[in-house]
């Protein structure tokens, strides 16, 4: 080798250092580089990335996101997860290195050596840059967003080297998501008036308009959100105003382990809700409570399908829907954990 092309090798192997501590437009982790092998993606942030492979040692900070790595087949690469990734329950032996993305235990995560972190926009810029200087991977990925996850699922299948399980995960969900929505259409065909819909989140009033994830599931199953039009994503709507655009059917987000008595106690509480008992949903008990569970990941087909069953009940029968569901979730977790499921997600249901 001539001094000059040995020059030009060592400025190759050095510029990345010259980045360290700063984000620079495609960020490269040298000290994990060790055979040569990369790949490139753009992650939610924007950032274009060279990922190190292979990647044997996952820390994951979002649930949605851990179930996106065991539905690709890699549980048995994560090493530390947040304390919301329980699902499916192989992940659930593995060591809590936090919250949640916007809580991580920085020195635990560290202590696990991993390969790569898996967080979505709330873990923190500093960190991002602290866990890059010890040649840490960070993906940043955001699972709220239903057209986000085929992105998702390319980059991490990509990553995990796991590509023709990703495409696998892709058509399995648009099969799903596509049988309700001809469903839905041909209800409508028929006649049928799409019911609107109050979707409360999670607290008394909370809504959400048509910029939310939350507006696109209602919309793909025939309801019609009354908050839509609101100009933030959250609003908080006014009793008269939910009175007044009269909805025909109530639905209360629900989040974490709750059990049915208090679910009930959920419901009974905007049943008795002085300034709603004369509207559609309160009349004709058509208040559900769904969990959130349903719509966080690849899991939101399911979550469709269970809305259209809220929104045309006898058209759409909830039996059904629970054999889309068991289906669902064995060809992405296996038999033994739908068995294994004891959760309520649709209430009363």
């Known amino acids: ?92 032996s593995k060591k809590v290195v936090g919250k949640n993305s916007s809580s991580p235990n920085m020195e635990s995560i560290m202590e696990l050596e991993p390969d790569l972190v898996i967080a979505d926009s709330m873990f923190d810029r500093n960190k991002i840059e602290m866990l890059n200087n010890r040649g840490i991977a960070v993906i940043i990925e955001s699972t709220s967003n239903p057209a986000r996850l085929p992105v998702i699922l390319n980059n991490l299948g990509r990553v995990l080297e796991k590509e023709e399980r990703a495409q696998e995960l892709i058509g399995i969900l648009d099969e799903t998501l596509n049988s309700v929505r001809l469903r839905v259409e041909q209800i409508n065909l028929e006649g049928a008036i799409n019911p609107s819909v109050f979707f409360e989140n999670r607290k008394p009033y909370k809504s959400a308009s048509k910029a939310t994830g939350h507006h696109q599931f209602i919309e793909m199953a025939g309801g019609i959100n009354i908050a839509a039009e609101e100009p933030v994503k959250s609003p908080q709507l006014s009793p008269e105003f939910i009175a007044m655009n009269n909805p025909q059917v109530i639905i209360r987000r629900v989040s974490g382990d709750v059990n049915e008595e208090a679910l009930q106690n959920m419901i009974n509480s905007i049943y008795d809700r002085p300034s709603l008992r004369s509207v559609d949903a309160i009349l004709n008990k058509r208040v559900y409570t769904v969990k959130s569970d349903l719509f966080i990941s690849l899991r939101y087909p399911v979550g469709v399908a269970y809305f259209a069953s809220l929104f045309y009940p006898e058209k759409i029968p909830v039996e059904e829907v629970d054999a889309i569901h068991r289906d669902f979730i064995i060809k992405l977790y296996g038999i033994d954990e739908w068995n294994g499921i004891r959760e309520t997600y649709v209430y009363p249901g």
């Open 1 to 92: 080798m001539n001094k000059k092309m040995f020059k030009c090798l060592l400025l190759l192997l050095l510029s990345p250092a010259l980045f360290a501590g700063g984000q620079s437009e495609t960020e490269t982790l040298s000290p994990l580089i060790e055979n040569g092998l990369t790949v490139s993606i753009t992650d939610y942030l924007g950032r274009d990335m060279e990922i190190p492979l292979p990647v044997t040692k996952i820390v994951t900070m979002n649930s949605g996101l851990s179930e996106i790595v065991a539905a690709l087949g890699s549980a048995e690469f994560v090493v530390g997860r947040c304390s919301y990734s329980t699902f499916p329950k192989e992940l659930r």
